[in-house]
């Protein structure tokens, strides 16, 4: 269980999917960046789907913003340079702070190997997904309450009733190919798990540790948030 003390990071977590709410409000004008930047790592590299093993790539992808909500629906996404997921494991004691804040970090149970893999292939499915426009694969990797909540937030706007990936496709900046890249690296080092609640951590851009809240429906790891949320 989360002690009372430990509270802080797990507020953090919702504060994520809470701040989709501001960029819904402000449509087409926003211009930061919901994905967390990360970079790898660790020593073992998993090929996840939609990857493209690293590669930097050339020319500048088709920029996501000012599409129409039948072009986001569409789910056709473009090429992006992305890199490839890697997998160092070695549980959650590695990421304890002393004296910090380890509500995360001592949530729960370690997942085993095979679970740990699952959950960071549904994360970095849904970061490559995000990049390359294709909205309604990216959509298919996050929780049921992630979407529901997405589509609650866009009641009242011009994007009602249109699905998941329309929204997400408002809510997903334009980056340049250097920033798409660095969003999509994931170097998964533990999950956490009480019952069907998780939280994956991984190393970020230049070292950084996120976490991200991961939800078990049906047996398989979705993404219960926007983006990680840094621990150190």
Same mark, same amino acid.
Request: net charge negative; with cysteine.
């Given at each position: ?28 004008? @926003? ?45 056709? #996404? ?20 002393? #004296? #910090? ?130 621990? @150190?």
């Amino acid at each position: 269980m989360v002690s009372r003390q430990g509270t802080g990071a797990l507020a953090a977590l919702l504060a994520v999917l809470l701040s989709a709410a501001a960029l819904a409000a402000c449509g087409e004008n @926003s211009e930061s960046s919901s994905s967390a930047p990360s970079s790898g790592t660790g020593k073992a590299t998993t090929q996840g789907s939609g990857q493209d093993g690293g590669k930097s790539g050339g020319g500048s992808p088709e920029k996501s913003k000012g599409k129409s909500a039948e072009e986001a629906d569409s789910g056709s #996404g473009t090429s992006a340079p992305t890199a490839p997921l890697e997998i160092s494991g070695g549980g959650s004691a590695q990421f304890r702070v002393k #004296g #910090g804040d380890n509500s995360i970090q001592n949530f729960g149970e370690e997942s085993d190997e095979s679970e740990l893999e699952e959950a960071a292939t549904a994360l970095h499915d849904f970061y490559v997904a995000r990049v390359r426009g294709e909205w309604q694969r990216a959509c298919s990797k996050l929780s049921q309450l992630v979407a529901d909540q997405l589509q609650t937030l866009a009641s009242g706007t011009k994007q009602s009733g249109k699905g998941c990936s329309a929204i997400l496709a408002r809510l997903t900046p334009s980056l340049p190919p250097s920033v798409q890249r660095e969003s999509t690296v994931v170097d998964a080092g533990s999950l956490r798990v009480e019952g069907d609640r998780g939280f994956l951590i991984y190393r970020g851009a230049e070292g950084t540790v996120y976490a991200i809240n991961m939800a078990l429906e049906d047996d398989v790891w979705k993404v219960g948030a926007l983006a990680g949320v840094p621990l @150190s």
